[in-house]
T-cell receptor
């Protein structure tokens, strides 16, 4: 049973525009969320995280929004750059802190 | 500081065989987690080792096992391979058990024929 879902397997965005990647979760025990970025032939790299006590976290061009009531989070990339083209994974950790739960990933293509 | 390394990078096996994958964490990291990545399934958690002990285990059959050595290096073993075991196996390390930020290795791509 997939507790973290990324319903869009792929997304294409024009360079300079905003990329919005979505993630939904079902487990109300999740209290920490992370986004990872993965290039082909490389392992995922940590991008940005957010605790459930916040509703927004920013790091440069990357912003995560968390809507706890909707069990939804989104990653915004502004402005999008061709180097952002990668697979993005959303991950969640329950408050028991015992394991990561990952989504299935969204492949982002930024068109120059 | 060197990153997480995994060996081998690619592997081809046949059904019924067994395989051992190796992971060397970042120096000083004591926690190692293993994941299986398949198309459409994302990253599925296999297990986590900390101080040579398995601390957490995902929902995988007993054919999947692992261990961690005193230098924090970890191995994962899959016995009686099945076609469905073909996947990218990723290892991630962190300083402490269940720490929020993990650092991933490049993965071992296993193909079972």
């Amino acid at each position: 049973d997939q507790q973290v879902k990324q319903n869009s397997p792929s997304l294409s965005v024009q360079e300079g525009r905003i990329s919005i990647l979505n993630c939904d979760y079902t487990n109300s025990m999740f209290d920490y969320f992370l986004w990872y970025k993965k290039y082909p032939a490389e392992g995922p790299t940590f991008l940005i995280s957010i605790s459930s006590i916040k509703d927004k976290s920013e790091d440069g061009r990357f912003t995560v929004f968390l809507n706890k009531s909707a069990k939804h989070l989104s990653l915004h990339i502004v402005p999008s750059q061709p180097g952002d083209s990668a697979v993005y994974f959303c991950a969640a950790i329950p408050n028991t802190g015992n394991q990561f739960y990952f989504g299935t990933g969204t492949s982002l293509t930024v068109i120059p | 500081k060197a990153g997480v390394t995994q060996t081998p990078r690619y592997l081809i096996k046949t059904r019924g065989q067994q395989v051992t994958l190796s992971c060397s964490p970042i120096s000083g990291h004591r926690s190692v987690s293993w994941y299986q990545q398949t198309p459409g399934q994302g990253l599925q958690f296999l297990f986590e080792y900390f101080s040579e002990t398995q601390r957490n285990k995902g929902n995988f059959p007993g054919r999947f096992s692992g261990r961690q050595f005193s230098n924090s290096r970890s191995e994962m073993n899959v016995s009686t391979l099945e076609l469905g075991d073909s996947a990218l196996y990723l290892c991630a390390s962190s300083l402490a058990q269940s720490e929020e930020t993990q650092y991933f290795g490049p993965g071992t791509r296993l193909l079972v024929l």
